[in-house]
Nanobody, 125 residues
Framework: QVQLVESGGGLVPAGGSLRLSCAVS????????VSWFRQAPGKEREIVAA????????DYADFAKGRFIISRDNAKNTVYLQMNSLKPEDTAVYYC??????????????????WGQGTQVTVSS
């Protein structure tokens, strides 16, 4: 019964920055993971970054390391993805998702039980 709603996407030039937000409603307690995935046209959905809701520990895809920062504000029930030094290949629909049971690796999309609707990020050349 957890709901996630992404916002903050848009059009940005290469080298620019963007901050995405994922608002979480419903039950937010427990030892679960909230992650950002992305999917470009014709490509597989891939992990971007993950954060533990309770502990705040993080993991990043290789392409995101040094450029993106995932964070959360538990009081606001919101997870953020700060994206810097954006590249055209970052163009995709970005989704936030929750994994409640650690039965699969954090980067495995099928392991997540709740998904947002996605927000479009377009990076121009």
């Amino acid at each position: 019964q957890v709901q996630l709603v992404e916002s903050g996407g848009g059009l940005v030039p290469a080298g620019g920055s963007l901050r995405l937000s994922c608002a979480v409603s419903g039950r937010t307690y427990g030892n679960y993971l909230v992650s950002w995935f992305r999917q470009a046209p014709g490509k597989e959905r891939e992990i971007v970054a993950a954060i533990s809701w309770s502990a705040g520990s993080t993991d990043y895809a290789d392409f995101a390391k040094g450029r993106f920062i995932i964070s959360r504000d538990n009081a606001k029930n919101t997870v953020y993805l700060q994206m810097n030094s954006l590249k055209p290949e970052d163009t995709a629909v970005y989704y936030c998702a929750r994994r409640s049971l650690p039965t699969t690796p954090y980067y495995f999309a099928a392991g997540y039980d709740s998904w947002g609707q996605g927000t479009q990020v377009t990076v121009s050349s």
